[in-house]
């Protein structure tokens, strides 16, 4: 159980016992109850908690208050927690305390489960109890839940392993929609998804009905025959594809058909604390020069702030950071037709395809992320993802490089000590470049190897998965993911989150582009060299030249094999 159930579960039992003290004129409050659900509310939210304070919640005078309390500290029900400050100390719940309050949660929970639906023989842990009813604002097509009721078909899915995917796992595994279980899922990091994905596809039978793929990943899967082209499917079930932003939807075709529906889109963005700039009287970001300049003036490691935060961890993280800040400098890793916004792979003949990242460009790019180390946590080099974003989440950073997904948080964790502090801003420009902002996300896609009869059911979840229902509810609930235009447009989705508003205006502005991230075959094999020579390369194990020469011999070498490999395949 996380701690969005606990305190939707602390929620719900007061709510069914407010009716009984109203209607029951001798009951009273519950002492006990009111003191530990206070106490363990204040944790979970990161809030510090005096004995006073403790005391008034209580309900009772202050003298027998005292006593209930200095009881349940002396039992190591409550422990007193040192503070730096004036305050004294502070309370807190034991591990015993959380525990047993856990337990009698996860019990609540159980029992709810049993009596709304859940299925005899079922695990509560395997249902969701939601603080939002996803599960009721969005009806399920009937042919998902006639199959599930009667049949007994349950559906399978490999996910990647973010906050949005955890949210739609919930809205499936809701035991009032009836649908499925945790244990259908399968939400793994990234690089794990990608090796489940081939390994999947070398079996006989899919052991996945719905898989979510990288962006990138998209030209690989479908020359690699692990995708099915799902054309038919999509006007099937009613997608429109115009109702998605162009160059979302564009992400999910290769060689002019339809290999998946976009899920999610997110974008990577700088994220500045703006109750620091603003008091230190400092412009927000618009350039590398200013991004290192402000860093310079809020770095101060010793008293375990740092100017910047961006992902830096060898292999995929580093790589697309790189390819991030090449294209903020105004160029693509390999030689993509410029068009008026930025480049495209439309119209070109992939035999002419070469690597350009040794450039200035590339030296830029490089250049930049060493300076970018002299502002950054020492382990930077170490770091990515949740572990960077923890770190301005817990307001030790004034700026870091964030995909809006991740960047959620901000504004819904209860932990966060950055609540409406960000400014959100577009990717900061290198030399030459401009501040197109790079998009990523994950395209729901059918395994080939999928047995045929299960098909049309796949087809199904992906249209409910991907619907401007389901989208606009996961929007209402935090999730920033707005593809669909009848999303983005929505009043009631753009005022739930800063994020998306930003997102909408950089559309509007053309300022939104997957270019950085060309999604050709070969794009796994350019991460992986970029992810090994840029990071060496940062360490002080090569030098700048040296890393770029080697990532663009065997750069050039993937293109080359690429060229034959898939010709081969065409030719089958």
């Given at each position: 159980?996380?701690?969005?159930?606990?305190?939707?579960?602390?929620?719900?039992?007061?709510?069914?016992?407010?009716?009984?003290?109203?209607?029951?004129?001798?009951?009273?409050?519950?002492?006990?109850?009111?003191?530990?659900?206070?106490?363990?509310?204040?944790?979970?939210?990161?809030?510090?908690?005096?004995?006073?304070t403790?005391?008034?919640?209580?309900?009772?005078?202050?003298?027998?208050?005292?006593?209930?309390?200095?009881?349940l500290?002396?039992?190591?029900?409550?422990?007193?927690?040192?503070?730096?400050?004036?305050?004294?100390?502070?309370l807190?719940?034991?591990?015993?305390?959380?525990?047993?309050?856990?337990n009698?949660?996860?019990?609540?929970?159980?029992?709810?489960?049993?009596?709304?639906?859940?299925?005899?023989?079922?695990?509560e842990?395997?249902?969701?109890?939601?603080?939002?009813?996803?599960?009721?604002?969005?009806?399920?097509?009937?042919?998902?839940?006639?199959?599930?009721?009667?049949?007994?078909?349950?559906?399978?899915?490999?996910?990647?392993?973010?906050?949005?995917?955890?949210?739609?796992?919930?809205?499936?595994a809701?035991?009032?929609?009836?649908?499925?279980?945790?244990?259908?899922?399968?939400?793994?990091?990234?690089?794990?998804?990608?090796?489940?994905?081939?390994?999947?596809?070398?079996?006989?039978?899919?052991?996945?009905?719905v898989?979510?793929?990288?962006?990138?990943?998209?030209?690989?899967?479908?020359?690699?025959?692990?995708?099915?082209?799902?054309?038919?499917?999509?006007?099937?079930?009613?997608?429109?594809?115009?109702?998605?932003?162009?160059?979302?939807?564009s992400?999910?075709?290769?060689?002019?058909?339809?290999?998946?529906?976009p899920?999610?889109?997110?974008?990577?963005?700088?994220?500045?604390?703006?109750?620091?700039?603003?008091?230190?009287?400092?412009?927000?970001?618009?350039?590398?020069?200013?991004?290192?300049?402000?860093?310079?003036?809020?770095?101060?490691?010793?008293?375990?702030?740092?100017?910047?935060?961006?992902?830096?961890?060898?292999?995929?993280?580093?790589?697309?950071?790189?390819?991030?800040?090449?294209?903020?400098?105004?160029?693509?890793?390999?030689?993509?037709?410029?068009t008026?916004?930025?480049?495209?792979?439309?119209?070109?003949?992939?035999?002419?395809?070469?690597?350009?990242?040794?450039?200035?460009?590339?030296?830029?790019?490089?250049?930049?992320?060493?300076r970018?180390?002299?502002?950054?946590?020492?382990?930077?080099?170490e770091?990515?993802?949740?572990?960077?974003?923890?770190?301005?989440?817990?307001?030790?950073?004034?700026?870091?490089?964030?995909?809006?997904?991740?960047?959620?948080?901000?504004?819904?964790?209860?932990?966060?000590?950055?609540k409406?502090?960000?400014?959100?801003?577009?990717?900061?420009?290198?030399?030459?470049?401009?501040?197109?902002?790079?998009?990523?996300?994950?395209?729901?896609c059918?395994?080939?190897?999928l047995?045929?009869?299960?098909?049309?059911l796949?087809?199904?979840?992906?249209?409910?998965?991907?619907?401007?229902?389901?989208?606009?509810?996961?929007?209402?609930?935090?999730f920033?993911?707005?593809?669909?235009?009848?999303?983005?447009?929505?009043?009631?989705?753009?005022?739930?989150?800063?994020?998306?508003?930003?997102?909408?205006?950089?559309?509007?502005?053309?300022?939104?582009?997957?270019?950085?991230?060309?999604?050709?075959?070969?794009?796994?094999?350019?991460?992986?060299?970029?992810?090994t020579?840029?990071?060496?390369?940062?360490?002080?194990?090569?030098?700048?030249?040296?890393?770029?020469?080697?990532?663009?011999?065997?750069?050039?070498?993937?293109?080359?094999?690429?060229?034959?490999?898939?010709?081969?395949?065409?030719?089958?």
């Open positions: 159980m996380n701690e969005y159930e606990m305190l939707r579960v602390i929620d719900f039992i007061e709510k069914t016992r407010r009716p009984f003290r109203e209607v029951i004129e001798a009951a009273d409050e519950d002492a006990i109850w009111l003191i530990v659900t206070f106490l363990i509310k204040s944790h979970i939210l990161s809030q510090p908690v005096s004995i006073s403790l005391g008034q919640e209580s309900g009772l005078p202050y003298a027998t208050s005292m006593r209930l309390i200095n009881r500290i002396d039992s190591g029900h409550i422990i007193k927690v040192s503070k730096s400050s004036g305050q004294r100390y502070a807190q719940p034991s591990e015993q305390l959380l525990r047993s309050f856990e009698y949660a996860r019990k609540t929970k159980s029992l709810l489960a049993q009596t709304l639906g859940l299925r005899a023989g079922e695990e842990d395997e249902y969701y109890f939601g603080g939002t009813p996803l599960g009721s604002q969005i009806i399920p097509p009937m042919r998902l839940v006639q199959r599930r009721a009667e049949a007994q078909i349950e559906l399978r899915f490999l996910l990647n392993d973010d906050n949005y995917f955890s949210a739609m796992r919930n809205m499936w809701d035991f009032r929609s009836n649908l499925a279980s945790r244990k259908n899922f399968d939400l793994l990091p990234l690089p794990e998804v990608y090796r489940r994905a081939r390994e999947n596809a070398a079996k006989k039978l899919s052991d996945y009905d898989i979510a793929i990288n962006m990138p990943w998209l030209g690989e899967f479908a020359e690699s025959g692990i995708i099915r082209p799902i054309d038919q499917y999509v006007q099937r079930t009613g997608i429109n594809p115009l109702d998605f932003h162009p160059s979302i939807w992400s999910a075709t290769w060689d002019g058909r339809d290999y998946g529906v899920g999610y889109c997110t974008v990577e963005f700088l994220a500045a604390r703006k109750d620091l700039f603003l008091e230190a009287e400092i412009s927000f970001p618009k350039t590398f020069e200013d991004v290192i300049r402000a860093g310079r003036k809020f770095h101060s490691p010793d008293e375990g702030m740092y100017g910047a935060v961006w992902d830096g961890a060898r292999g995929m993280p580093i790589a697309s950071s790189f390819l991030f800040f090449l294209g903020a400098c105004g160029q693509p890793a390999i030689s993509l037709r410029k008026r916004s930025g480049y495209t792979l439309e119209g070109l003949d992939p035999d002419e395809l070469t690597c350009t990242i040794l450039s200035d460009a590339g030296f830029a790019a490089l250049e930049y992320m060493r970018l180390m002299e502002i950054s946590p020492p382990a930077i080099l770091m990515a993802w949740d572990k960077t974003l923890d770190v301005f989440l817990q307001g030790r950073a004034s700026l870091g490089y964030f995909w809006t997904m991740r960047a959620a948080r901000f504004e819904y964790d209860v932990q966060s000590k950055v409406r502090r960000v400014e959100y801003l577009p990717q900061p420009s290198g030399p030459g470049g401009t501040r197109a902002s790079p998009i990523g996300g994950f395209l729901f059918i395994p080939t190897n047995p045929e009869e299960r098909v049309e796949a087809a199904d979840a992906i249209a409910w998965m991907a619907s401007r229902e389901a989208m606009k509810a996961h929007v209402k609930n935090g920033p993911v707005a593809p669909r235009f009848s999303v983005s447009a929505d009043p009631e989705a753009a005022a739930s989150s800063p994020i998306v508003r930003f997102v909408d205006q950089l559309a509007k502005k053309s300022l939104l582009h997957t270019w950085q991230r060309p999604k050709i075959p070969q794009y796994t094999t350019i991460e992986k060299v970029l992810g020579e840029i990071h060496d390369a940062l360490l002080g194990n090569k030098t700048p030249r040296e890393a770029l020469e080697t990532a663009a011999a065997e750069i050039e070498m993937s293109l080359r094999v690429g060229r034959h490999s898939v010709q081969e395949l065409r030719s089958r």
